[in-house]
């Protein structure tokens, strides 16, 4: 692939899917990008990039599905999940009715570790959430990620990668040498191909949100819309949590740093910030 082809193919990536690709992309852009060319009957990469602004929609879904990064495990920098049992459930178990439903919403959910982290969290916590229904979902614009995500059936190195074995015991069975998760932990989540340069409103308003370890692939501008429009789906008192490298400063007003919590935000004057404090 020249020079040229190459910024057909990072060109589009960035307006499909907010993605930079710089040149130092090349190789992983070459490595992806083969089997799909093959598969769409075009000779060469160089061929389907300059092929790619008017191909079908099923080959540029393919060419976006490739150029993304699933790399995700489960408990993944484990911070964020102590985060969701000792701070973020307890303040929304102690600020809703007995009656109210918390949702909660994995942006960038991959193959599904990360939902399926938190739903293990939230039957661990049956007690402090005393009744009150919780719904997740895990979106993501990869379509191959999210079918695994709703398989839920992962290999011994997929399980041995953060998930504690009291866990691996309580929520997943053995399928040759791969595990299966529980149709009850299985069933809690909900996932939906969404893409976040585009609309988010069909997801609803959300109580936290976790969009963890894809701001790192867009630029300043992406960033921007992405948090802005994050912002305008989370309730009030609600909480937003961050990748360990990702974060806020210069990006958006629209949330605060909760106080001395690494990667934890809460939207700007709500207040919930405050009561943390308190
Ligand atoms: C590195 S994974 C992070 C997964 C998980 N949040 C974690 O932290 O382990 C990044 C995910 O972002 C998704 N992604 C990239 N661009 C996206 C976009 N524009 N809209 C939605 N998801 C996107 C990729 O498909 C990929 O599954």
């Given at each position: 692939?020249?020079?040229a082809e190459m910024?057909l193919?990072s060109?589009?990536?960035l307006?499909?899917?907010?993605?930079?690709?710089?040149?130092s992309?090349?190789?992983?852009?070459?490595?992806?990008?083969g089997?799909?060319a093959?598969k769409?009957g075009?000779?060469?990469?160089?061929?389907?990039?300059r092929g790619?602004a008017?191909?079908?929609l099923?080959?540029?879904r393919?060419?976006v599905?490739a150029?993304?990064?699933?790399?995700?495990?489960?408990?993944?920098?484990?911070?964020?999940f102590?985060?969701f049992?000792?701070v973020?459930?307890?303040?929304?178990?102690?600020?809703?009715?007995?009656?109210?439903r918390?949702?909660?919403w994995?942006?960038a959910?991959?193959?599904g570790?990360?939902?399926?982290?938190?739903?293990?969290?939230?039957l661990?916590h049956?007690?402090?959430?005393?009744?009150?229904k919780?719904?997740?979902?895990?979106?993501?614009?990869?379509?191959?990620?999210?079918e695994?995500?709703r398989e839920?059936l992962?290999?011994?190195?997929e399980?041995?990668?953060?998930l504690?074995v009291?866990?691996?015991?309580?929520h997943?069975?053995q399928?040759?040498?791969?595990?299966r998760?529980?149709k009850?932990v299985?069933?809690?989540?909900?996932?939906?191909e969404?893409n976040?340069m585009g609309?988010?409103?069909q997801?609803?308003?959300?109580d936290?949100i976790?969009?963890?370890?894809?701001l790192i692939?867009f630029?300043?501008?992406t960033k921007?819309k992405?948090?802005?429009g994050?912002g305008g789906?989370?309730r009030?008192d609600?909480f937003?949590?961050?990748g360990?490298a990702e974060t806020m400063?210069?990006?958006?007003?629209?949330?605060?740093?909760?106080?001395?919590?690494?990667?934890?935000?809460?939207?700007?004057?709500?207040?919930?910030?405050?009561?943390l404090?308190?």
């Amino acid at each position: 692939m020249n020079d040229a082809e190459m910024k057909l193919i990072s060109d589009f990536a960035l307006k499909q899917s907010g993605i930079v690709l710089n040149e130092s992309k090349a190789y992983l852009i070459e490595s992806r990008l083969g089997s799909i060319a093959g598969k769409h009957g075009f000779e060469t990469i160089a061929a389907l990039a300059r092929g790619l602004a008017v191909a079908p929609l099923s080959v540029q879904r393919d060419v976006v599905d490739a150029l993304t990064t699933n790399e995700t495990f489960f408990f993944r920098d484990k911070t964020p999940f102590t985060l969701f049992e000792e701070v973020i459930l307890p303040a929304l178990a102690a600020r809703r009715p007995a009656d109210s439903r918390l949702r909660i919403w994995c942006a960038a959910a991959s193959t599904g570790q990360e939902p399926y982290s938190l739903a293990m969290l939230v039957l661990k916590h049956r007690r402090l959430l005393a009744g009150r229904k919780v719904e997740i979902v895990g979106t993501d614009i990869s379509p191959s990620a999210l079918e695994r995500a709703r398989e839920g059936l992962y290999s011994q190195f997929e399980v041995q990668r953060g998930l504690p074995v009291q866990m691996l015991m309580d929520h997943f069975t053995q399928e040759g040498t791969s595990w299966r998760i529980s149709k009850e932990v299985r069933d809690m989540v909900r996932f939906a191909e969404l893409n976040l340069m585009g609309p988010m409103s069909q997801v609803g308003p959300q109580d936290v949100i976790y969009c963890r370890n894809v701001l790192i692939y867009f630029n300043n501008e992406t960033k921007r819309k992405v948090l802005d429009g994050l912002g305008g789906l989370l309730r009030q008192d609600g909480f937003l949590v961050l990748g360990a490298a990702e974060t806020m400063i210069g990006h958006t007003e629209k949330f605060v740093r909760a106080d001395g919590q690494r990667g934890l935000y809460c939207p700007a004057g709500g207040g919930a910030a405050e009561r943390l404090r308190a």
